[in-house]
């Protein structure tokens, strides 16, 4: 069961990066958006503003051997927790 959803691009995880009370951030990449946890998603607007760059950049997986075949972009972006859309 997914519990947390990247504020940026959607992708589900099974631990949040943020920790148990979503105020200790790991600093780890997102595997598909590349956003750094902690940085990139520290605000709405730095969440939005990466999500911009990153679909402007086709919305390239930051790391590519682990983007599923049946990737679905905009099914993964309707999982953006709502604040941060
Ligand atoms: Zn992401």
Redesign the pocket.
Known sequence: MALWY??????DYDVSPWGPNDDTPDYGT??????QFGVD?YSVLSSRGFRQQ?LADDAAW?YANLKPADWDLEAQLAQIPEKYR
Do not use: H, N, T
């Open positions: 990247c504020r940026v691009c959607g992708l997102c595997e598909c958006c590349g956003a998603d990153w930051f």
